[in-house]
């Protein structure tokens, strides 16, 4: 129970920063595509036909291939609503999930709750929708979606393994075993992962790994104590096929559970599960892409390669996009994917895109423009900023400080506090390229390098030959 509550609680922290600034007015079929995705807590990616398909803590968008340009869905008839939980894609068909958060006053704080699915079989023109499937939506949300021949299969953490035969219009809560379905007392019946792998059914859940080679009637489940050669951990939250002339592989993102001999990693397979060797010991990994014999890892500490089916590792340094200067303030990778040497990397703080193996990047984010009419000349997000929480790297926290320039220009940008007196120079005279849509970073720390008090600070943003515009943080730790 220990570790679906830390699975929980990451899930309402992407909510929560994807809630800073969201992307303004771009509507799909509705005005100009957007010039990133709807949110900036990326929490899914998968490849239709033609486009992208991406989950954000503010909903769905895609990535047209052809246009190279964004479209962001909001309001959509049938769609589900709230942040995307999990998606399912191939060719023109795409299935989703969707949760929201609630206040439950008989345990007095937030949990989440499965807003339902959406399917769609015409690349997003239309959709269709069916609610949350289960006595009740708390905490009955789901993670991941497989189709296996006609079967859809829903991992959800409350509801268990959802089976629909029939398109979604009705569904079944069954277990991937022989038990009477009872997630309470069973933790294999508590599903947050699931997998088709050339005909075959993969679910990972919070007792290890169940394989069907019938589409869910029988099951053999694989853990950290029934093999010789086990998983790392019994907690499985992501599972993904890689296959090439030379191998045959089952990844699995595995993590510690209960027992005290488990660890966090990646699990990997050649044989079809009867044995399984171990990974980046660890790390907690959140989601596996493959691309010939190269396989990604999106982690809480970062993003991994592996050039040799698992053999060896590195990491990627922090992600910079090449153009902007745009940096990526955070660790924490939640999604990957990967196809023809293109690397799409969703994080807490953004999506970035690499073709040539990291050493370059373009970074895209969703922001608010303060060129667009009645809108403020400047704001500043995460808004409040902890700087011990909020888009953390290098041991830094860092709150952006959105203006727009008109021209080519000089910026300066201070902080001061509550009596005005000056804290920080962010930056003085420094050059910008406009018009354009800019940031400033401030990492929460006055100029002799000490992490300021909690309370409200004042910014201001001169801008030679425009003038200079003010703003207000409010720091709380």
């Known amino acids: 129970m220990k570790k679906a509550l830390l699975i929980v609680s990451l899930f309402m922290l992407l909510g929560a920063q994807a809630h800073a600034k969201i992307v303004g007015s ?7 595509p957007a010039a990133g995705p709807v949110g900036n807590g990326v929490t899914d990616l998968k490849r239709g036909n033609g486009v992208l398909w991406i989950g954000t803590g503010e909903g769905l968008c895609r990535y047209v291939d052809i246009t190279s340009l964004f479209e962001s869905y909001e309001s959509v008839e049938n769609l589900a609503r709230g942040s995307i939980s999990a998606i399912w894609a191939e060719g023109d068909e795409i299935w989703i ?15 989440p709750f499965g807003t339902g699915f959406s399917y769609s079989r015409d690349k997003g023109a239309t959709w269709s929708h069916f609610p949350q499937p289960g006595p009740t939506p708390i905490q009955n949300l789901c993670y991941d979606i497989a189709v296996v021949n006609g079967i859809v299969w829903g991992a959800s953490f409350g509801g268990g393994l959802l089976k629909s035969a029939n398109g979604g219009a009705t569904w079944e809560q069954t277990a991937p075993d022989s038990f009477v379905f009872d997630p309470n007392s069973r933790l294999n019946h508590r599903a947050f992962s699931t997998l088709n792998a ?7 859940t919070a007792g290890g790994i169940n394989k069907s080679n019938d589409n869910g009637e029988n099951w053999t489940n694989f853990n950290h104590t029934n093999q010789q050669n086990p998983i790392s951990g019994n907690f499985v939250v992501a599972l993904a096929h890689q296959k090439t002339d030379a191998k045959d592989i089952i990844w699995a993102a595995t993590w510690k559970a209960e027992d005290l001999q488990e660890e966090y990693g990646l699990s990997r397979s ?30 809480l500490e970062g993003l991994y390669k592996s050039p040799d089916y698992g053999d060896t590792w590195y990491k990627f340094p922090a992600i910079m996009d090449e153009n902007s200067g745009e940096i990526v303030y955070t660790n924490e990778h939640y999604s990957v994917y990967a196809d023809m040497n293109t690397v799409w990397a969703g994080t807490a703080d953004g999506l970035a895109r690499t073709t040539n193996n990291g050493y370059a990047w ?22 409040p900023f902890s700087p011990r929480r909020h888009n953390e790297l290098g041991g830094d926290g860092h709150v952006r400080l959105q203006y727009n320039s008109k021209s080519d220009t000089y910026v300066t940008v201070k902080i001061y506090d509550f009596a005005m007196d000056l804290v920080a120079t962010v930056c003085e005279n420094k050059f910008r390229h406009g018009p354009a849509d800019l940031s400033e970073v401030w990492n929460g720390k006055n100029d002799y390098g000490d992490e ?6 004042f910014y201001s943003i001169a801008i030679e030959g425009d003038g200079a515009y003010w703003g207000k943080i409010l720091i709380v730790n």
């Open 26 to 32: 771009f509507k799909f079929k509705s005005g100009e």
């Open 97 to 111: 999930a969707a949760a929201a958060d609630s206040f439950v006053t008989s345990v007095g704080e937030n949990l």
């Open 198 to 204: 050339d005909g075959i059914l993969w679910v990972g």
């Open 270 to 299: 050649e044989n079809g599960g009867l044995t399984w060797t171990t990974h980046l010991l660890g790390i907690k990994a959140q989601n596996i892409a493959t691309d010939g014999p190269t396989v990604y890892a999106a982690t």
């Open 362 to 383: 373009d970074v895209f984010r969703a922001f608010e423009s303060t060129a667009q009419e009645g809108e403020p000349r400047t704001y500043a997000y995460p808004n």
């Open 452 to 457: 300021v008090a909690n309370g409200v600070y």
